[in-house]
């Protein structure tokens, strides 16, 4: 079991840039999440789907995010433009249901920096 | 609502100290409780849990009760590590298909 994994390990790009952060989860978990932790507001959820399908998306800040989920081995998140507020380490995670009978996996995330 | 509130860190010891991070929880209904941790670089992993009232989780030497009548799960330890440097979060599911409900974190710095 590889677990989560997430790609890039670190993103550095300018404001206004594009930015995609990537999510292969655990075979078989029919949930995966969206975090994303700064030092001002800890850990927030953005996202989760649930079989593909986006449950909750009220975590997600702006318009400029979105999230995708085309099958159950990938998913993406999209920034659009980026912002230097947007800087923080962005965590994928899955599980199978919500995280109450069996734990959350996280994947050991994504820096970005927006310069 | 449901919540989770975590005492503010971070929470300095010295290398066989004793260990208690404190958390207690807002919930409708009979939440699982559980503790992850996040070392420096990673994500969370889950360190231990309890799905009901009295139950006592444990994995690596740390403890945490299910308290119903205080509304608490606090972590303990009886003898830390400096490998034990790391964020602790105390999270409750309400149950059904919610989600976790993570509190703030709260970090642990041990020194030899």
């Known amino acids: 079991d590889a677990g989560v994994i997430q790609s890039p390990r670190h993103e550095v790009t300018e404001m206004g840039q594009e930015v995609t952060l990537r999510c292969k989860p655990i075979?078989?978990?029919?949930?995966l999440f969206w975090y994303r932790q700064t030092m001002m507001r800890g850990l927030e959820l953005l996202i989760y789907?649930?079989?593909?399908?986006?449950?909750?998306d009220s975590g997600m800040p702006e318009d400029r995010f979105s999230a995708k989920m085309p099958n159950a081995s990938f998913s993406t998140l999209k920034i659009q433009p980026s912002e230097p507020r947007d800087s923080a380490v962005y965590f994928c995670?899955?599980?199978f249901g919500t995280g109450g009978s069996s734990p959350l996996h996280f994947g050991n995330g994504t820096r970005l920096t927006v310069t | 609502g449901n919540s989770v509130t975590q005492m503010e860190g971070p929470v300095t010891l010295s290398e066989e100290a004793f260990l208690t991070i404190n958390c207690t929880y807002t919930?409708?209904?009979?939440?699982?409780l559980f503790w992850y941790v996040q070392y420096p670089g990673e994500g969370l992993q889950l360190l231990l849990k309890?799905?009901?009232?009295?139950d006592k989780g444990s994995n690596k030497g740390f403890e945490a009760t299910y308290r119903k009548e205080t509304t608490s799960f606090h972590l303990e330890k009886g003898s830390v590590q400096v490998s034990d440097s790391a964020v602790y979060f105390c999270?409750?599911?309400?149950?059904?298909?919610?989600?976790?409900?993570f509190g703030t974190g709260t970090r642990l710095l041990v020194s030899p």
């Open positions: 995670a899955s599980s």
């Open positions: 309890a799905t009901k009232a009295d």
């Open positions: 075979s078989g978990h029919d949930y």
């Open positions: 789907f649930n079989n593909n399908v986006p449950i909750d």
């Open positions: 999270a409750l599911n309400p149950g059904g298909f919610q989600k976790l409900v």
């Open positions: 919930a409708t209904g009979y939440p699982s």
